[in-house]
């Protein structure tokens, strides 16, 4: 119902795009076919546990897949799923918000839901290789990613480069399914797809460019059901930025000692001791956008958005009462 066709020029553009993007990428990359040298950084004990380490978490379906497979699931994360779903989330709430606004049949709805879904497990993974490819040797001094397939030579940053142009096409694919104006908003988004790692290289705040890109579909859902709700598509986008820069902070704060030694930079060492509270008045901020949303959709004062916030408080209260378990986290 929502589709449109598109004229023949739009897809060699996309192409064009793509092509000139990873011009760009392959700048900032040394290309080599051989493996990279030992690493220097860690005792052969250490580099042993982190492999056995990296064994353990392949899963029980990654596990499973033939040898010379694994490395490319890895580059794509496809062991750690969690980043797929809270990169598809905000646009299963733009969906399911703009839907209801416009009455849409339940088929539109589940067919959008599931081009997302296909879309948010490509260019995550396209957005993890992109970061491979750019921090292959800062990787090589964290022990929690030295084990990363370029990092550890399993992959050629060449072979890197020809798994992410099949991921972007794929991508750009699933993209092309949907209304032009999400086509137009998707495109836009590739140069901070492909420039994001970069920027934990000269700023404290790599995070917000990580937000701003990794919550896009909350724009993206509006236009895919038909409807351009500025009013509330930009609060809900504001909110999911800042919920992404929390996680992406704590997660942060688990690798400081290691980001000082390499050099890379982050929230976590920005704020220090100050992140809970900063956090918390973000949980706040974020909590309010996503209240201003629900208000100027209409939708408010419906039993789902109303259990939603609910359960948001009550997380967010609940957090502030057991945090002495993580105070050592944020020191």
């Known amino acids: 119902m929502f589709l449109q066709r598109l004229t023949p020029s739009r897809p060699l553009a996309s192409f064009k795009s793509s092509l000139k993007a990873s011009t760009v990428l392959n700048h900032q990359i040394r290309l080599h076919t051989t493996k990279n040298p030992p690493n220097q950084h860690f005792t052969p004990e250490q580099l042993t546990e982190a492999r056995i380490q990296r064994n353990k978490g392949l899963g029980p379906y990654v596990s499973k897949l033939p040898e010379k497979w694994i490395p490319y699931a890895e580059l794509m994360r496809l062991e750690k799923p969690v980043g797929t779903w809270l990169l598809y989330l905000p646009g299963t709430w733009a969906i399911l918000m703009a839907g209801m606004q416009v009455s849409a049949p339940l088929g539109s709805t589940l067919w959008m839901l599931g081009l997302f879904g296909v879309g948010s497990l490509i260019m995550r993974g396209a957005g993890c290789t992109i970061n491979d490819l750019l921090d292959y040797d800062l ?34 694919g699933s993209l092309l399914q949907l209304p032009t104006e999400c086509w137009w908003l998707g495109l836009s988004s590739l140069p901070l797809v492909f420039t994001y790692p970069l920027f934990k290289r000269f700023t404290y705040y790599p995070q917000a460019m990580l937000s701003a890109c990794f ?10 059901m038909g409807i351009m709700d500025f009013p509330t598509m930009l609060p809900l986008y504001a909110g999911s930025v800042l919920w992404c820069m929390i996680y992406d902070t704590i997660y942060a704060h688990q690798d400081k000692k290691f980001d000082v030694k390499a050099g890379v930079k982050s929230t976590a060492l920005a704020w220090g001791s100050h992140s809970k509270k900063i956090m918390n008045y973000m949980a706040t901020c974020q909590f309010s956008l996503y209240a201003i949303a629900g208000l100027n959709s209409g939708l408010l004062w419906g039993p789902g958005f109303i259990g939603g916030l609910s359960i948001f408080a009550y997380r967010k209260g609940g957090s502030e009462q057991s945090g002495q378990l993580l105070e050592g986290l944020y020191q």
């Open 139 to 172: 990787d090589s001094k964290v022990i929690r990613s030295v084990e990363r397939p370029i990092a550890s030579g399993r992959i050629t940053e060449r072979q890197g480069l020809a798994f992410l142009g099949a991921q972007t096409t794929v991508g750009i």
């Open 215 to 224: 919550n896009w579909a909350a724009l993206l859902g509006f236009p895919a």
